[in-house]
């Protein structure tokens, strides 16, 4: 990861406002304690141990905060959390299943707050990964249609624009069976190039200079493909300076060592 957070947190007051505390607890000190915890909860994830102990914590305050808009997106979030820790299939299918009806409750309470957006779009993502073609398909659909309305409300988040450029790169990357599948379920073929997804992708590297490692795998992927292999090796290389802390951090220098070496012969 880069020298930005992943993940810029928006807890604004108007929001906290026009959603009513219940009158059981005494509105100042709930509102105190619910702001240390999700200043908490966004520290601990920053690490991968600390996803788990931050997926902990919320669980713990579920009852207590379960209406609050900023803890239920961050719910959300946790359970993707889970989803990428976890590497049983039946935990995975359950992390990603609760995490997308949390996201959906949450996009039903506050439409105007993107990060809702944001997770109900990677939740789609990771329940689409245990359907068939068709729902997949669906997936895609809903995946795409809320990143775009994340976007219009967060423009300044660079894990937007780097989930839009691996969704580009993916569509320039089907197959014609799959694109006349898309077309029959919503009347038009989708459709991307490499140049879109290396816009994306640049766009993230440019609000968070040195945003992360998969997004360089994928500038060096999108440079491959379109046959600039300086630009490939510069991004390459310039991935060697990050640290790496996660599983995907780990995948994606592998793989940028597979596009120096292919690009040196």
Known sequence: MGKCLRYITANTDTEEQSFPVPKAFNTHVEELNLD?????????????????????????????????????????RAYGDMYELSTNTQEKKHYANIGKTLSERAINR???????????????????????????????????????????????????????????????????????????????????????ALHNFLKAEELCPGYSNPNYMYLAKCYTDLEENQNALKFCNLALLLPTVTKEDKEAQKEMQKIMTSLKR
């Open 36 to 76: 240390v915890l999700l200043q908490k909860v966004d520290h601990l994830r920053m690490s991968e141990s600390g996803k788990s102990e931050s997926f902990e914590l919320l669980c713990d305050h579920k009852e207590k905060f379960r209406d609050e808009i900023e803890f239920m997106w961050r719910f959300a």
């Open 110 to 196: 506050a439409p105007m707050n993107g990060y809702c957006h944001l997770w109900y779009a990677v939740l789609c993502g990771y329940v689409s990964e245990f359907e068939g073609l068709q729902n997949k398909i669906n997936y895609g659909h809903l995946f795409k249609e809320h990143l775009d309305i994340a976007i219009k409300l967060l423009p300044e988040e660079p894990f937007l624009y780097y989930l839009k450029g691996r969704y580009c790169y993916t569509v320039s990357k089907l197959s014609w069976i799959e694109k006349k599948m898309a077309a029959t379920l919503f009347g038009k073929i989708p459709s991307s190039t490499v140049q879109e």
